[in-house]
């Protein structure tokens, strides 16, 4: 694998001193393997990439016959009244679910993700309770949601490897319904909404992917891609900009499809003991403040880091 220079000129690991270095992963979906880690485990606010776990739940209830894409889903004045990103519609619309899950994913809309959430769990309260116990069942042990949309709040939080299990779990129980992760665009009412995520269009084997941004996270995103028989997902969080952001996994995911990745651990041995106060990137403005110093000085392979090591 070949030194990953562009993550160090991109600033990945220029964030400010007391906010450390940026989280990121890179795994072989097929057996686990990790090809690339930094602070995999520490405790970050996934923004967004939340609604990961509302899409998962939302198709499991549709394969288990508990709800079909063509299910209703009427936004509530509680679900309107989220803050942006959202659809902006009033209360009282109603959507399709498919079109729903794919205005959420899109759009990353708030709103639609909060009526999703109602209309499956019955209440968004019953909904985060079904997201918890899921994440529980899966071993994401650094994960706890508290709201179904990724909006901001202190005791949400993950980590790059419960994120990269999120992905490998989309991607083992819902391969039919991939495209609603890598939709470019979606018309609503006749307004075209665009994917602001610019490695689906971009990135050559993209599977699928899902970004988050909070003032707390700074910009995150999780990809899996797939060339020939390999496939890989990466997850980058707390990148300074979106431009970061995609320069980074772009790399990352270069470097994993190439034949000279070699394994530094294993997924299934990489955990948190339990979620963990999450960093948070606001009195840096948001991430984007110019830092005193560099945060870590890597040469060679992001992977061959100590904190690469599997966490037992």
Known sequence: MKPLSILLAAGLLLTPLSAGASPMLLVDASTGDILAAQEATRSWHPASLTKMMTAHLALTAVETGRASMDTSIVLSPKAAAQAPTKLGLPPGTSLRL??????????????????????????????????NAEARRLGMTGTRFVNATGLHDDRQVTNARDMALLMLVLLSYHADHLDLLRTPAVTVNGRMLKNTNKLVEEYTGLEASKTGYVCASGFNVAVSALRGDRRIIGVVLGAPSAATR???????????LS??????????????????????????????????????????????????????
């Open 98 to 131: 498919e079109d729903a899950l794919t205005v959420m994913m899109v759009k990353s809309a708030n709103d639609v993700s909060m009526a999703v959430a109602e209309a499956i769990g019955g209440s968004e309260e019953a909904f985060v309770a079904s997201m």
């Open 246 to 256: 995609t320069l980074v996994m772009r790399e990352l995911l270069d470097n994993g």
């Open 259 to 312: 034949d000279g990745a070699k394994p530094v651990g294993n997924l299934r041995t990489m955990r948190a003991a339990a979620p963990a106060p999450a960093a948070d990137l606001r009195p840096f403005k948001c991430g984007r403040q110019a830092p005193a110093r560099l945060e870590a000085k890597v040469s060679g392979n992001v992977a061959k880091r100590s904190d690469a090591q599997p966490l037992r």
